[in-house]
């Protein structure tokens, strides 16, 4: 039977021909800690601590995945850890769907930074101002693009400083610099990751972070 997916944005839902899966936040929640903190072994008491729910709950939620092949389940001694399955089809549709969801509450900034994206592949969101913008120092954007291109980016950063109430403190790599730095494990891109919002290039930035989601 072939494969078709529908998204139906306004109830959460991916709809295959056959299946019906609903992501509730919570499980968008799991879905990407699991998928962007991809250094660090999950199980059921590290996620329900993430999440804010009980251990049980957590356990439900993912067997739940795990029942629809979303993510692949490994013993390591008495523990069991849990990986995206990044070759399911739908385990990619559904963090998909997860990443632009996620980047919905992030209205505002997606619009600030949009005279960047007609040069750069990926644009992040991280820091303090992406948690709590009240009481952040300055706006912390991650951006991936030709290097040609980033002499400009800076340049337009620049110009619309004054427009802006807070400090832009912007980190510049390119696609390859940024694919070279994950794979060596950097702690600083390893950290913006794990909870940056992803402003632009989603479909981009699941090209290089599926490499580390299973595995």
């Given at each position: 039977m072939q494969k078709i997916y529908k998204l139906t944005p306004s109830y959460d839902i991916i709809t295959l021909s056959y299946t019906m899966i609903e992501l509730t936040q919570t499980e968008q929640k799991a879905l990407l800690a699991i998928y962007k903190d991809f250094t660090h072994?999950?199980?059921a008491n590290s996620l329900s601590k993430q999440l804010g729910i009980t251990?049980?709950?957590t356990m439900k939620l993912l067997k739940r995945?795990?029942?629809a092949n979303i993510i692949l389940s490994k013993r390591i001694g008495k523990s069991i850890i849990y990986k995206i399955n990044i070759e399911e089809e739908l385990a990619k549709k559904l963090i998909g769907f997860a990443l632009v969801n996620e980047a919905k509450q992030y209205e505002r900034w997606k619009?600030?930074?949009k005279f960047i994206y007609a040069s750069a592949e990926i644009v992040l969101f991280y820091g303090s101002a992406s948690r709590n913008y009240g009481q952040a120092k300055d706006i912390d954007i991650f951006i991936v693009q030709?290097?040609?291109?980033?002499?400009e980016t800076l340049k337009k950063i620049k110009?619309?400083?004054?427009?802006?109430p807070k400090k832009v403190h912007e980190l510049q790599a390119?696609?390859?610099?940024?694919?070279?730095?994950?794979?060596?494990?950097?702690?600083t891109l390893i950290e913006i990751i794990k909870t940056a919002i992803v402003l632009h290039g989603y479909d981009k930035y699941m090209e290089v972070l599926n490499e580390f989601a299973s595995f």
């Open positions: 072994f999950h199980n251990q049980v709950g995945f795990e029942k619009e600030e930074f030709d290097k040609e291109d980033m002499k110009d619309i400083q004054s427009l802006l390119t696609k390859e610099e940024f694919l070279k730095n994950l794979r060596a494990r950097n702690e």
